[in-house]
Nanobody, 125 residues
Framework: QAQLVESGGGLVQAGGSLRLSCAAS????????MAWFRQAPGKEREFVAA????????LYADSVKGRFTISRDNAKNMVYLQMNMLKPGDTAVYYC??????????????????WGQGTQVTVSS
């Protein structure tokens, strides 16, 4: 059974950094795109960043471009999200997602089939 487990969330002051990790297990993930999404209270889930199966191509939401970096280690079945220069508007539950069919990065949640439970990121002003 496919499983994604996020970690690394927490409380940080504005301007600080956090690194989220996503551990994947239960099936082959290295051949498919993976992504991070987030959902703030009272808002719909939104795309944050995606990475192709090789890690050679990435895609970012405009709101995080230049501050966040997505990466993956296929040998370890891990995906990471390095978040720098955090803002209060980045406060949300962050979800890791994995596709079962798409190899290239994609910003649509419909491209992803497996989802983690989420990790809370809170940025104080």
């Amino acid at each position: 059974q496919a499983q994604l487990v996020e970690s690394g969330g927490g409380l940080v002051q504005a301007g600080g950094s956090l690194r989220l990790s996503c551990a994947a297990s239960g099936r082959t993930f290295r051949n498919y795109a993976m992504a991070w999404f987030r959902q703030a209270p009272g808002k719909e889930r939104e795309f944050v960043a995606a990475i192709s199966w090789t890690g050679g191509r990435t895609l970012y939401a405009d709101s995080v471009k230049g501050r966040f970096t997505i990466s993956r280690d296929n040998a370890k079945n891990m995906v990471y999200l390095q978040m720098n220069m955090l803002k209060p508007g980045d406060t949300a539950v962050y979800y890791c997602a994995a596709s079962r069919w798409r190899t290239q990065e994609d910003d649509s949640e419909y491209a992803y089939d497996d989802w983690g439970q989420g990790t809370q990121v809170t940025v104080s002003s």
